[in-house]
């Protein structure tokens, strides 16, 4: 979706503008302007880091965690991570799509005033996002944690089934949102 929004932005029926704000100060106002070009470093960044998070996620035997790792919760602590990491990326496309539409649209619009709220409330998510699913570690590396039994591995299947399947829903979302 940012792909697009940006290639109708700067090719469409009616192309922004060469000079546009391409930096916003605490306040909101635009204080930085640059070629419409730039926009295109957005998406860039953003699939970037999708895709490192992406290859990051191929890898979960390697990942550090802050409670003891057993044969036991091993696969629950993987699942959990795996989840948190797709979590991630939801946002990370959800937050670069909407400062792609916010600046397009001060530009269309011949105004704009970026909310200083909103930079704050993605990192909330985030830090929120990231605060459960430490919690739920915590909780899942405890001995003899049937509840999380259904997360790790539901009506039989092993935890890699689940977290292949599962997060695809999301994993889907994600890649639709940053294409």
Not at 63 to 91: D, G, I
Not at 94 to 117: D, E, K, T
Not at 146 to 168: F, M, N, T, V
């Amino acid at each position: 979706m940012i792909v697009w929004i940006t290639w109708q932005a700067l090719n469409g029926p009616d192309p922004l503008p060469h000079r546009i704000p391409t930096h916003f100060e605490a306040a909101g106002n635009p204080n930085g302007w640059g070629p419409a070009s730039t926009l295109l470093l957005l998406p860039v960044i953003a699939v970037g880091l999708y895709l490192l998070i992406s290859f990051v996620s191929q890898f979960p035997a390697v990942f550090k965690y802050p409670v003891r790792v057993t044969e036991e919760n091993r696969e629950r602590l993987q699942a959990l991570t795996l989840q948190m990491l797709v979590w991630f990326k939801v946002e990370l496309v959800c937050l670069f799509a909407w400062i792609q539409w916010f600046i397009i649209q001060s530009v269309r619009q011949g105004h704009g005033r970026f909310s200083a709220a909103a930079v704050p409330l993605f990192l909330a998510a985030v830090v929120g996002t990231a605060a459960w699913h430490i919690m739920a570690i915590f909780r899942a590396a405890q001995p003899g944690q049937d509840r999380w039994s259904s997360l790790a591995a539901p009506g039989g299947q092993s935890c890699r089934q689940k977290i292949q399947r599962l997060p695809s829903t999301i994993r889907m979302a994600a890649m639709v949102t940053a294409w």
